[in-house]
């Protein structure tokens, strides 16, 4: 067999391996319209500042504290502002802030979690030692230290989450690593005379993206759940961001007279956070071949 | 090995991680901008009257020796003095922390007499209603803002029935909303780890020869499934303590409610740094010593795990 005849009966396994994913992917009705949602959250965090119907950042006493009504289907906030101009404006916030701290977790997730699994000896007990250091905190009140220390604004809130969050990337990609570590094909790479930094990012790495992509999946979850809850607090981006916990807690005051102030936001908030836990349990069945079996079976 | 010893091991395992936390709530409080002795002072101290404090809390010493220093006054139980209230930050923990305690307690009650059942009975007919509703609730758990649902529980309760009070500590009435609202965050992820549990219990061989021996059900399910089934229960109970201790920061600031958790966000818009990180110092030994108890307790209802654990810890 040419090797031109290989590439492409491997390409075609990848193909087919792909399309079998995504029709179990599919076939979770869930997780599907999940999907939708996610993009959907997506693209309003891209294109929001372009869809408002209103300024987000004009107020208005006079037109304080309205109820819903036509002209504004959310009701306008304390200063008379937009409510829906302004959960437009704030999903770059609350959502890019989740996702850029999801990605910087998983970056620091993964290069230490390869380290200590294939490295090992001192590297693994160090790294393991901090990892143990981060867990003893409580994630909520690890984030609330950090962004107290940082100081606010959107970069300290994104690097308080990412390391918060980190540790358990790095457990995951360490387990993973310790199962490959002994195949025969990491043998074959040695033997080859490949570097460990070689082996470990074209070898180990691709057999720890799955795990690690279903991870960061639910992450994006907590992340969406503890970004909104640092807003709340007061201690995420300053006012007047329209960051959406950020707006719960301004909002929080006139609860009894203006509940919608607090309502939308929170269904926004709820909204994004389910649809990615869905979406996490939809890719868990896609991206792990032995539930996958039993769904096939089943 | 005996209890005694196995105790004694996780007690020395936790140590590295103590000081580690010690060691991290040092340097964050190093990136504070702004110079501690100038806080304390206040604004129109005098030059040499910060140099004075500054000499008494020992900033102008070597930093590593500053980590000593301060490590060593954090296991007397001095956790420094509060800026706000001139009081000994732990004083100030201590007369808030029944509060907290009072909370989390009542909020893990909660969370246990509805998880438990729900999932227990989910996993013993999974096509059932219940079964549907456990599903919903530890998905609704995993994805709902707390901050925001207990906003909404006061709006129903408190203003809307006018049935329960908003906020406060005032009459024993008032626990139940921030209750209720702190187990919602538990409940999830406790039903379905209890039914995965269950079902797994359920599955295995010994349950079957219990069954084969032609014994009652209930005592199967006592005796076989429920023991079993405890072990990874009481795990994610010690797991979700982190939650809870987070959660109930949240929680507490959401219903003013007098405990640790409101003090420590109240301390922060103060900038009493002494009083914030002496609280999550706090917090951190005290879900540290309940990991070890949990980690107890599962040797005490496991006997094999016990030596798994040993081995692990050894190696």
């Known amino acids: 067999m040419e090797s031109g005849e290989i590439l492409r009966r491997v390409y075609e396994a990848r193909r087919r391996r792909l399309r079998e994913m995504w029709e179990t992917l599919k076939s979770n009705r ?16 891209i294109f929001g500042p372009f869809l408002t119907p209103y300024n987000p950042y004009d107020f208005d006493l006079s037109r304080a504290r309205q109820p819903p ?3 504004h289907p959310f009701g306008t906030d304390e200063l008379g502002r937009d409510i829906l101009s302004r959960i437009l404006e704030g999903a770059r916030y609350t959502i890019g802030i989740s996702i850029a701290s999801v990605l910087l977790g998983v970056v620091i997730g993964v290069i230490l979690g390869l380290a200590s699994g294939y490295l090992g000896g001192l590297w693994d007990t160090v790294i393991q030692r901090i990892v143990d250091v981060m867990l003893a905190f409580p994630t909520v009140l690890l984030a609330i230290a950090l962004v107290a220390s940082l100081g606010q604004g959107v970069a300290s809130l994104i690097i308080a989450i990412a390391i918060s969050t980190f540790p358990v990337y790095a457990r995951l990609v360490r387990g993973v690593v310790l199962q490959v570590v002994n195949e025969d094909y990491i043998a074959a790479a040695r033997l080859l005379g490949k570097s460990k930094i070689y082996i470990m990012f074209k070898h180990v790495l691709p057999n720890s993206i799955s795990p690690i992509v279903v991870q960061a999946t639910y992450y994006m979850g907590l992340s969406i759940l503890l970004a909104s809850a640092l807003g709340f607090l007061g201690l995420g981006v300053p006012p007047p961001t329209p960051e959406w916990g950020a707006m719960i807690g301004s909002g929080r005051t006139y609860l009894f007279s203006s509940p919608h102030i607090v309502v939308f936001p929170g269904v926004f908030i709820m909204i994004s956070a389910l649809s990615f836990n869905l979406l996490g349990d939809g890719l868990r069945d896609a991206l792990d071949p032995k539930a996958r079996a039993l769904l096939r079976r089943g | 090995m005996s209890l005694a010893r196995y105790v004694g091991i996780r007690v020395a395992q936790a140590i590295p991680t103590l000081v580690g936390a010690m060691l991290v709530m040092f340097v964050l409080v190093r990136i504070l901008p702004g110079d501690p002795a100038r806080l304390i002072a206040g604004p129109e101290a005098l030059e040499q009257d910060v140099q004075r404090i500054r000499e008494q809390l020992g900033l102008n010493k070597p930093l590593y020796l500053q ?6 006054s954090i296991l007397r139980g001095d956790f420094g003095t509060s800026i706000k209230y001139r009081t000994p930050v732990i004083d100030e923990i201590m007369a808030r922390l029944p509060y907290t305690i009072t909370l989390a307690l009542a909020a893990e009650a909660i969370a246990v007499a509805i998880a438990l059942p729900l999932g227990i009975y989910s996993a013993i007919k999974p096509r059932s209603k219940a079964s549907y509703i456990a599903s919903v609730l530890s998905l609704v758990g995993a994805s709902t803002p707390i901050f925001w649902i207990g906003l909404i529980f006061i709006y129903v309760f408190a203003v809307s029935l006018r049935i329960l009070p908003s ?3 005032d009459t024993p009435r008032h626990i139940i909303l921030p209750a ?9 992820n406790l039903t379905r780890i209890t039914r995965a549990a269950v079902m797994e219990a359920l599955g295995s061989n010994h349950v079957l020869t219990a069954i084969s021996k032609g014994l009652g059900s209930r005592v199967i399910l006592v005796r076989h499934v429920l023991r079993n089934a405890m072990i990874p229960i009481i795990t994610i109970m010690g797991i979700q303590v982190g939650a809870l201790l987070g959660g109930a920061v949240i929680t507490e600031t959401v219903f003013a409610w007098p405990g640790i958790g409101s003090l420590l966000i109240d301390s922060l818009f103060y900038r009493d740094y002494p009083l914030a990180q002496g609280i999550i110092l706090f917090i951190v030994f005290v879900f540290i010593v309940i990991n070890i108890i949990t980690d107890i307790l599962y040797a005490y209802i496991d006997p094999r795990v016990r030596e798994v654990l040993w081995r692990a810890g050894r190696s």
């Not at chain 1, 869930?30 to 965090?45: D, E, H, K, T, W």
Request: net charge negative; aromatic share 18%.
């Open chain 1, 30 to 45: 869930a997780a599907y319209v999940s999907l939708y949602v996610v993009g959907f959250l997506v693209f309003i965090a």
């Open chain 1, 69 to 71: 009504s036509f002209a």
């Open chain 2, 67 to 72: 980590f000593v220093d301060y490590m060593s």
């Open chain 2, 167 to 169: 906020s406060g500590a």
């Open chain 2, 180 to 188: 209720v609202t702190l187990a919602l965050l538990l409940m999830g």
